[in-house]
């Protein structure tokens, strides 16, 4: 696989979606998220969702120029509504406004509806982790998976994330699907040709399956833990969905087709200052104390290492950042496309 810049690769990126209508802050920070995503080896949610996004302005189901509007100020929280923008976009500025509500009361959430995909969520809880806080961030989506034990597409795939901010130790970042693995994993696999594990999705028996377009277009992810997983996702949809006024369960349509048909995401974000607890640098020593009593674990047989939430994506970040991207031929191809469709110079270094 052809190995690029993170830096060539933003450029090429928010020039797509500048030529595509997109103001040029807005391209800038969604170019950012989804190379953060390549960065820490979360391709499911990097590069590889560019042809998509185009696709989704070309045929109106992505506003690239929303009227973002407040809904409601208050000092702890606040309710946005998206306008079909980029979910990217309106989930960094909905951080940024927890972030700093939180500064002044303590704590503060704010909710979004009506947004599109919002890429990496483990992004935004380290907004909030990089300022000293402790970020949480939730979204919903397209009802892809049935309740535990049923049979009727109900939730999707609903994402939590998790950061807090350490001392000396990088932040504990949990960022996870609260199904086995997130849908664009699938599509992913299926973009590259290539099987999946039997543990990640049924096919439309109820069977595990390999193939990663039967699970997609028939079958089911499943979720993480059994009912454990779907208790989790059904936490997310009723903060998410719920909370927002945004569409929720049953509401949502269902997407099979990335960038083909609707992607609708309601989002609940929550921000934490550990100042109003305690000095935040004692917080953070406090965190650091736990990372290391995590990591004098004794091993396992078998084992290696033992690693803390984010550890490993930490480490990848830094490998890539030194030594470029990985890029699946499929996806060099896309964004070859893509630049050629837009008018953007094709430069990848």
Same mark, same amino acid.
């Given at each position: 696989?052809?190995?690029?810049?993170?830096e060539?690769?933003?450029?090429?990126?928010?020039?797509?979606?500048a030529?595509?209508?997109a103001? !040029?802050?807005? +391209?800038?920070?969604?170019?950012?998220?989804?190379?953060? +995503?390549d960065?820490?080896?979360?391709?499911?949610?990097?590069?590889?969702?560019? +042809?998509?996004?185009?696709?989704?302005?070309?045929l109106?189901?992505? /506003?690239?120029t929303?009227?973002?509007?407040?809904?409601?100020?208050?000092?702890?929280?606040?309710?946005l509504?998206?306008?079909?923008?980029? !979910?990217?976009?309106?989930?960094?500025?909905?951080?940024r406004?927890?972030?700093?509500?939180?500064?002044?009361a303590?704590?503060a959430? *704010?909710?979004?509806? /009506?947004?599109?995909?919002t890429?990496?969520?483990g992004?935004? $809880?380290?907004?909030?982790?990089?300022?000293?806080?402790? !970020?949480?961030?939730? /979204?919903?989506? $397209?009802?892809?998976?049935?309740?535990?034990?049923?049979?009727?597409?109900?939730?999707?795939? /609903?994402?939590?994330?998790?950061?807090?901010?350490?001392d000396?130790?990088?932040?504990?970042v949990?960022?996870?699907?609260?199904?086995?693995?997130? !849908?664009?994993? =699938?599509?992913?696999?299926?973009?590259?040709?290539?099987p999946? $594990?039997?543990?990640?999705?049924?096919?439309?028996?109820?069977?595990?399956?390999t193939?990663?377009?039967?699970?997609?277009?028939?079958?089911?992810?499943q979720w +993480?833990?059994?009912?454990?997983?779907?208790?989790?996702?059904?936490?997310?949809?009723a903060?998410?969905?719920?909370l927002?006024?945004?569409?929720?369960?049953?509401?949502?349509?269902?997407?099979?087709?990335?960038?083909?048909?609707?992607?609708?995401?309601?989002?609940?974000?929550?921000?934490?200052?550990?100042?109003?607890f305690?000095?935040?640098?004692?917080?953070?020593q406090?965190?650091?104390? =736990?990372?290391?009593?995590i990591?004098?674990?004794?091993?396992?047989?078998?084992?290696e290492?033992?690693?803390?939430?984010?550890?490993?994506?930490?480490?990848?970040?830094?490998?890539?950042?030194?030594d470029?991207? $990985? =890029?699946?031929?499929?996806v060099?191809?896309?964004?070859?496309? *893509?630049?050629?469709?837009?008018?953007?110079?094709?430069?990848?270094?």
């Amino acid at each position: 696989m052809p190995r690029v810049g993170p830096e060539s690769l933003r450029a090429l990126i928010a020039g797509v979606f500048a030529a595509m209508g997109a103001p !040029g802050d807005d +391209a800038d920070t969604v170019a950012e998220v989804l190379v953060e +995503a390549d960065l820490r080896g979360v391709e499911s949610h990097g590069s590889t969702r560019v +042809a998509g996004y185009v696709s989704m302005i070309r045929l109106g189901l992505l /506003n690239p120029t929303p009227k973002v509007e407040i809904l409601r100020d208050l000092p702890s929280i606040a309710m946005l509504e998206g306008d079909r923008a980029f !979910g990217i976009v309106v989930a960094k500025r909905a951080m940024r406004m927890a972030m700093d509500k939180a500064g002044r009361a303590g704590i503060a959430c *704010v909710t979004v509806r /009506n947004v599109t995909h919002t890429g990496m969520i483990g992004f935004y $809880p380290m907004m909030a982790a990089r300022g000293g806080l402790i !970020g949480l961030a939730m /979204n919903n989506g $397209p009802k892809i998976l049935p309740p535990f034990g049923g049979r009727t597409p109900t939730l999707a795939t /609903n994402p939590f994330a998790a950061a807090f901010p350490a001392d000396r130790e990088d932040p504990i970042v949990l960022d996870m699907a609260t199904s086995v693995v997130a !849908g664009g994993k =699938l599509r992913l696999a299926a973009k590259k040709g290539v099987p999946i $594990p039997l543990e990640w999705a049924l096919d439309r028996h109820g069977v595990p399956t390999t193939d990663p377009e039967e699970a997609i277009f028939h079958g089911f992810l499943q979720w +993480a833990g059994g009912y454990k997983g779907f208790g989790i996702a059904t936490v997310v949809e009723a903060l998410s969905g719920v909370l927002s006024g945004g569409l929720f369960g049953t509401d949502v349509s269902a997407m099979k087709a990335f960038g083909r048909e609707p992607l609708v995401t309601s989002a609940f974000y929550l921000a934490i200052d550990p100042e109003h607890f305690m000095p935040r640098q004692e917080f953070r020593q406090r965190i650091d104390r =736990l990372v290391r009593q995590i990591k004098a674990s004794e091993r396992a047989a078998g084992v290696e290492a033992v690693f803390v939430a984010g550890e490993i994506e930490f480490r990848r970040r830094a490998e890539r950042a030194r030594d470029g991207i $990985p =890029l699946s031929d499929v996806v060099y191809e896309e964004l070859r496309t *893509v630049a050629r469709e837009t008018g953007v110079e094709f430069h990848l270094a």
